[in-house]
């Protein structure tokens, strides 16, 4: 199935500001011309207007227009920068893609994350909720400080099986009286099955209902990465000695 990215803009080659901007100048440039020729003409011949006044004026429209167009070339600069960048981003497709952020992707019952701790916490919990902010699991997490792995089967706490489609993962820690709160980072991993851009961002689609900045992407793996614990190192599509990844860090 496509990825839906519906809520993403469709991408335009000058930025609308800068348009806009230039159209405002335009007009308020014919307005000060017409008054300009209209106060000439009304001028008395023995008392001319101060010639000086008008000049300035003049170098002032000029200058903001130029600035204007160094904008629309900049803007232009930027529009193929990430036109680049999501060209580049096709290649992406088809592997798995470690993303920061809190929202995963179910995906054929299996959802991955991780979660890091900045230090040891009294208890930990995560919890995973439905887009609708429902709670549909949860479990203990681990309590000492660093990097910990979780998956998931898609199943609810009554051992329901769950639609595919997206999750919310969150890790809650307690810390003892007096200390400070701990921090808590997460990322989640699905497969990159499509990359979309509006005029400012290139994104990419993980799984069916998941969309995700490309700046957010951490590391692109083998796509087989659910399915083997330990990807094999080689090629791209797995051969290589056994229990080692196959990482391509972002």
Do not use: C
Not at 47 to 63: G, I, K, R
Not at 78 to 97: M, R
Not at 114 to 143: H, P
Not at 157 to 175: H, P, R, S, W
Request: hydrophobic share 35%; proline share 1%.
């Amino acid at each position: 199935m496509a990825v839906d990215f519906s809520a993403i803009t469709g991408y335009t080659a000058n930025n609308s500001a800068t348009t806009k901007a230039s159209q405002t100048l335009s007009a308020d440039m014919n307005t000060f011309l017409t008054l300009l020729t209209t106060q000439l003409k009304y001028q008395d011949p023995l008392d001319p207007m101060d010639t000086a006044e008008f000049t300035n004026q003049l170098v002032q429209y000029s200058s903001v227009e130029q600035a204007i167009q160094t904008n629309e070339k900049l803007d232009n600069l930027l529009s193929l920068n990430i036109a680049n960048l999501g060209a580049q981003a096709v290649s992406y497709i088809g592997k798995t893609a470690q993303v920061l952020g809190d929202v995963m992707p179910l995906e054929d019952g299996k959802a991955k994350a991780t979660y890091t701790l900045n230090k040891d916490v009294s208890s930990a919990t995560i919890t995973i909720k439905n887009m609708n902010g429902e709670v549909v699991y949860t479990e203990t997490a681990e309590r000492t400080a660093g990097t910990h792995e979780f998956t998931w089967d898609g199943k609810d706490k009554d051992g329901n099986q769950l639609e595919d489609g997206a999750y919310q993962i969150v890790v809650g820690t307690k810390v003892a009286s007096g200390e400070a709160s701990a921090t808590v980072t997460t990322t989640v991993f699905g497969k990159v099955t499509g990359v979309a851009n509006d005029e400012n961002t290139v994104y990419v689609g993980l799984g069916e209902a998941v969309t995700a900045k490309l700046g957010d992407i951490l590391t692109i793996r083998n796509d087989d990465y659910f399915d083997k614990k330990g990807a094999a190192s080689g090629d791209e599509t797995g051969n290589g000695s056994e229990g080692e990844k196959v990482e391509e860090t972002v």
